[in-house]
């Protein structure tokens, strides 16, 4: 294996990194460059999560000996130094990452980068921290890496203002400031408990620890867990989501679909890695009854929802609680289901939250605002989620573009195929994934500890389905069929061409059902046999030199 392409595995950090540095340099109404520094970002960190799937799929190629990189950072081996891991797992969630923070950026042009000033710094802020915590090898930079990511997503999440942006951020920071207390301290027991944080190392050293220490290490885990569950808005710990993402800007919540993701692979790696025969709360009853919880809630929200963005954001929650249900069944089998349909909800969350920026238009009002810093006033248009302020003064210059004939049809075609990913209904692949997991929850009757959680399971799934079609049609029809006193929606294609994207990367899922869900299957298994992970990061002792 060639050096530079060793290198790939830090790109989707560094890039990030470097591009928020530099887009500090150019100032607000300097709009081309920055536009295009944050494009080509996000351009190279697509191609870098490409690679890194095709490098973990072909390990026969000795790109990726069995289907893992190791990167050692500054030349110091693990477990002392900083590593860097790619595994099936890591490079799928990489490419996830990508290919809804591809689209979101280029939506973001269509004047929704001018609501706030720091815009595009933040979001590739957000893209470090949200792609480190996928690729890092030991604990303290998980939390590091955690903590960016957040950071970034403060400010995001207050982009444009306004006081039910403000008052729903100041819950989410103070909420996750707490999850961010209880995850340092079970760092610190673990490493107090086992001199270590490396995630290869604490595993090899798992079973030899000493009944006092074993103890320890148990305890940490379990407040890790619950830091964990916080972020990837488990039931009761998610009363913050709902407000806080359907407050935000369209495109700011369409990638905020990936951050719950970042809390359940952070439960999958950290468990599985540290003790595979029985990793923290896997099979457990406890995250078993949370998580179907998690999918009640999520369901009789959504139903109740009478906006499209608070419905797609409880429809986040489902998709958490149906994840972390098939996780704590503790059935082997149902693993690699639950992460295809992780990978397919991503996507349709992303996209919905996008058509509903863009369907607000639909019922527009006017209202007052503060548009310049010296504290004159203007009226201006704006819409029911997040639109773009825009004064009568520029409306000329803003306007670009040219209104598509089909507009609502576009719109409600694209509502109409989201819905059907989330809902898991035919002939989308969220259907798949939803039949493919009951299938395998059926085939573990015989396995699982607790046999009555299958039927349970399965009924939550069919129920969740169900709420989900009937919230989505309830809000569709009275959006795009039944509305009074609407106007002709102005659908760039800025906006429509990434939400076509979205919505055909569901459909190519669909197509490509059987590659995707092998590639995953050989995920599911390195994460229940973990000893070539282990042995990876353990016997890289020197980096490859250039």
């Known amino acids: 294996m060639t050096a530079w392409l060793h290198h790939v595995t830090a790109l989707p ?50 790109a990726a000996p069995d289907g893992i990189l190791v990167y050692s950072i500054g030349s110091w081996p693990a477990p002392y130094g ?11 969630m990489l490419a996830l990452t990508a290919a809804i923070a591809l689209p979101v950026v280029v939506y973001s042009f269509a004047q929704w980068d001018r609501l706030g000033v720091y815009y595009h710094p933040l979001f590739q802020l957000l893209l470090m921290g949200v792609n480190g915590a996928f690729l890092t090898g030991d604990l303290f930079n998980l939390f590091v890496f955690f903590e960016i990511l957040l950071a970034a997503s403060y400010g995001l999440l207050m982009h444009g203002g306004g006081t039910a942006r403000v008052t729903s951020s ?27 944080l490396n995630l290869a190392d604490l595993a090899a050293h798992w079973d030899e620890a000493s009944p006092q220490d074993r103890r320890l290490l148990d305890g940490g885990l379990a407040v890790l867990a619950v830091a964990f569950l916080i972020k990837g808005g488990i039931w009761p710990l998610n009363f913050w989501l709902p407000t806080a993402y359907s407050a935000a800007a369209a495109p700011v919540v369409a990638v905020f679909s990936i951050l719950t993701k970042v809390g359940v692979y952070s439960i999958v790696r950290v468990g599985f890695m540290v003790d595979p025969s029985k990793p923290v709360l896997y099979g457990g009853s406890l995250l078993f009854a949370a998580a179907i919880a998690t999918m009640a809630v999520g369901s009789l929200g959504a139903l ?127 259907f798949l994934a939803k039949v493919s997991l009951i ?32 919230a989505f049609l309830r809000i ?53 046999q973990p000893d070539a992970y282990i042995h990876a990061v353990l016997a890289t002792s020197k980096p490859v030199q250039p």
């Open 13 to 62: 950090i560094v890039v990030p990194l470097l591009s928020a540095a530099v887009l500090l340099f150019f100032s607000e109404p300097r709009r081309l460059p920055r536009a295009l520094i944050a494009l080509a970002s996000t351009l190279i960190q697509a191609a870098a999560a490409g690679t890194l799937l095709w490098m973990t799929s072909h390990p026969a190629s000795g």
């Open 82 to 92: 900083i590593v860097l891991v790619a595994d099936r797992l890591a490079a799928v």
């Open 170 to 196: 100041l819950h989410y920071i103070a909420v996750n400031l707490a999850a961010s207390l209880i995850f340092l301290i079970g760092v610190a027991v673990i490493y107090g408990a086992a001199g270590t």
């Open 304 to 430: 109740a929802a009478r906006h499209p963005p608070r419905l797609i954001a409880f429809s986040v929650i489902v998709s958490a609680g149906t994840v972390l249900a098939a996780l704590a069944l503790g059935s082997a089998s149902t693993l690699a289901p639950a992460l295809f349909y992780l990978v397919i909800s991503a996507p349709a969350t992303a996209a919905a939250f996008l058509v509903a920026g863009m369907a607000a238009r639909m019922q527009m009002h006017s209202v007052t605002a503060v548009l310049d810093r010296d504290g004159a006033e203007a009226t201006y248009t704006a819409f029911d989620v997040g639109e773009p302020a825009r004064s009568s003064a520029s409306m000329d210059d803003d306007e670009v573009g040219f209104i598509i004939p089909a507009g609502v049809a576009f719109l409600g075609l694209a509502f109409l195929s989201c819905g059907l990913l989330v809902a898991g209904l035919p002939p989308l692949a969220g």
């Open 439 to 470: 299938v395998a929850a059926l085939g573990s009757l015989g396995v699982v500890q607790h046999p009555a959680h299958v039927w349970v399971l399965v009924v939550a799934l069919l129920g969740a389905s169900l709420a989900a079609l009937l």
């Open 476 to 528: 569709g029809v009275r959006l795009f069929w039944t509305a009074r006193e609407t106007t002709r929606p102005r659908v760039r294609m800025l906006e429509a061409v990434p939400v076509a994207f979205l919505v055909l990367v569901g459909i190519g899922l669909t197509v490509m059902a059987g590659p995707v869900m092998t590639y995953l299957t050989a995920a599911a298994r390195a994460l229940h």
